[in-house]
């Protein structure tokens, strides 16, 4: 009998793993989770039959794993190499880990998108802020999480950002300074789509928090690690479900994606005062509210385990057919070998 397929989830932070994990264990999908980080990749192996969900964050340097968005480089060069299929992979690690690359490909798909100067290096960060009136927002072209956004009310308090304590330099070299959105209410939409589909739209409110608006449950944790429990019980979440959301973009949300090769992913806009809808980020690592998940008629965690088990019917089907010519060729006993070549990455 053929071993059962898996699906291998490609990653670095285990908080975020757990609601997938129990999704998953929910319907019975075999699944495993390749932490990468300070692991090994043999070029010699071949990549075990199954299929990939590349969830490398943008992030990752935060949790002390500045490495990893390099090494699933490689271990996605190496699954393509062997034909495996892959959900978010190269190009979309390419969007994930810069905003410069999301931003240029909305706009060129028509996307209203904030006015934008990228700097490299910190030289020029002073004068290129005067490029843009105030108050503007300096965010880093690797972010996630809202880390490092900030927005300033004059130059001087830039410049006065720049040389103090502070400053927080970007782990790529590559800043943003960017037109600030005046919101006409004070919150951001972000739409799911899972396998090219809308899958619901949420708000966050920007009113009570601020710039940090991951809905991840692990996000809430606070810097010392202990659960949130007073301060999350102490007032209404962040999040809410935007409902009946049937709005254009979504149709051209899913269209973008489809180019992209973006298969889950969380799109956040702002609505502004002036009647412009603005898309300024692309979160392909996404991940789902607690709350919001019991809420919706139909989860985004039951539309991602219902995706993941139809690709990996398709790949026991093709495996099928695979063993079935290659019986037919006679050739059964060289496919059994091939399969002891089999690797893992990064367990
Ligand atoms: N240009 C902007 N104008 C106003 N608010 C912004 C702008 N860019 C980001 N923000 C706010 O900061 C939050 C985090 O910024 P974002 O670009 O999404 O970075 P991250 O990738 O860290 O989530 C946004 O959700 C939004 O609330
Ligand atoms: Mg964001």
């Known amino acids: 009998m053929r071993p059962t397929l898996c699906l291998y989830v490609l990653h670095e932070n285990p908080d975020w793993y757990a609601p997938l994990a129990a999704a998953f264990d929910r319907v019975g999908l075999p699944h ?36 990893a968005k390099d090494q699933t480089r490689g271990v996605l060069a190496w699954l393509d190499s062997h ?18 690359e999301q931003l240029a490909a909305l706009r060129a798909a028509g996307f209203d998108v904030p006015r934008t100067v990228a700097v490299a290096g910190s030289t020029e960060l002073a004068a290129a802020a005067r490029k843009l009136p105030v108050p503007f927002i300096s ?17 001087a308090d830039y410049d006065a950002y720049l040389a103090g304590p502070e400053y927080e330099p970007p782990v790529d070299g590559i800043t943003l300074l960017q ?41 809430a944790l606070p810097a010392d690690g202990r659960p949130a429990g007073a301060s999350a019980a102490a007032g209404p979440s962040l999040f809410a479900l935007r409902r009946d959301f049937e709005h ?23 609505e502004t005062v002036d009647g412009r809808l603005v898309t300024y980020d692309i979160n392909t690592t996404t991940n789902y509210n607690a709350e919001i998940e019991a809420a919706a008629s139909r989860p985004a965690l039951v539309a991602v385990t219902d995706f993941f088990g139809r690709l990996l019917a398709a790949e026991h089907a093709a495996a099928a057919e695979h063993a079935a010519a290659a019986d037919h060729a006679g050739a059964a006993g060289h496919a059994r070998a091939a399969e002891h070549g089999e690797a893992t990455v990064g367990q």
């Not at 989770?33 to 590349?54: C, E, H, K, N």
């Open 179 to 219: 037109e600030h959105l005046v919101a006409a209410r004070p919150e951001i939409t972000r739409v799911e789509i899972v396998g090219g589909a809308f899958v619901y739209a949420i708000t966050a409110d920007t009113g009570r928090g601020g710039f940090q608006l991951c809905p991840a449950d692990a996000c």
């Open 248 to 270: 254009p973009i979504v149709a051209r949300y899913l269209d973008f994606a489809g180019q992209h090769d973006i298969e889950i992913a969380g799109f956040e806009f702002i």
């Open 139 to 155: 965010k880093h072209n690797q972010g996630g999480k809202g880390f490092a956004v900030r927005s300033f009310a004059t130059h």
């Open 32 to 67: 495993e989770q390749w932490l990468l980080g300070d692991t090994v990749l043999d070029l010699d192996t071949a990549p075990p039959r199954g299929v990939f969900w590349s969830r490398m964050s943008a992030s990752s340097h935060t949790r002390g794993h500045p490495f």
């Open 83 to 100: 034909g495996r299929r892959v959900v978010n992979g190269r190009r979309v690690l390419d969007l994930e880990m810069s905003k410069v």
